[in-house]
């Protein structure tokens, strides 16, 4: 079946420490998102690629990193310096960068940070 | 600055009955609005969307109507079932950015 597979879909992390959340695609497209959502505030953009080796920061990836090697995978590192890191994660991908907005969606990853 | 607004955090309606979720925008450039549809613990699926030089788009049980000089949109969803009740977030793309952004998101329950 064609997708996207979030990893891990609960994780649970002290202050402090960076953790690695992992998306895979297997639609073959070239553009991948992070969302974060949190309740009363719907998603908001955390970091956006086009295409492989090329990334952007969305509206608020101060506290995160990514990285696209490879065409599948798009994995994001929420690191100390985040200063709210509890949230669920979503993940998406689409034919071309935002086209006519239809996303493809992971099933997300809770973050909750002790 | 919230580009694209969901001001009821829920709605309430019967199986059967019509649905009538809205959604407000400040951005007059926006070229495509969309709505998703996500259930607990999943991420959002795309449903139905309407491009702005449109004024409504139908697909089965879901019609959205985009108003441009009033910057808004509903969805209708006609009748409505109890597996509809979820999130509904609209979105909206295009302006300077180009990105998708989106509201805060209705929850929608329909009681049996």
């Known amino acids: 079946d064609g997708g996207i597979t979030q990893s891990p879909k609960y994780l649970f992390r002290k202050e402090g420490q960076n953790v690695t959340l992992s998306c895979e695609q297997n639609?073959?497209?070239?553009?991948m998102y992070w969302y974060r959502q949190d309740p009363g505030q719907g998603l908001r953009l955390i970091y956006y690629?086009?295409?492989?080796?090329?990334?952007q920061k969305g509206d608020i990836a101060e506290g995160y990193s990514v990285s696209r090697e490879k065409k599948e995978s798009f994995p994001l590192t929420v690191t100390s310096a985040q200063k709210n890191p509890t949230a669920f994660y979503l993940c998406?991908?689409?034919?071309?960068?935002f086209g006519t907005g239809e996303l493809f969606f992971g099933e997300g990853s809770r973050l909750t940070v002790l | 600055d919230q580009q694209v607004k969901q001001n009821s955090p829920s709605l309430s309606v019967q199986e059967g009955r019509i649905s009538i979720l809205n959604c407000d925008y400040t951005?007059?450039?926006?070229?495509?609005f969309l709505w998703y549809k996500k259930y607990p613990a999943e991420g959002p699926t795309f449903l139905i969307s309407?491009?702005?030089?449109?004024d409504k788009n139908e697909d089965g049980r879901f019609t959205v109507f985009l108003n441009k000089s009033a910057k808004h949109l509903s969805l209708h969803i006609v009748p409505s079932q109890p597996g509809d009740s979820a999130v509904y977030f609209c979105?909206?793309?295009?302006?300077?950015?180009?990105?998708?952004?989106f509201g805060t998101g209705t929850l929608l329950a329909v009681q049996p």
């Open positions: 998406a991908s689409s034919v071309d960068i």
């Open positions: 639609l073959n497209h070239d553009a």
């Open positions: 690629s086009q295409i492989v080796n090329d990334f």
């Open positions: 951005n007059s450039m926006f070229d495509y």
């Open positions: 309407i491009s702005s030089i449109k």
């Open positions: 979105a909206a793309l295009g302006g300077a950015t180009n990105k998708l952004i």
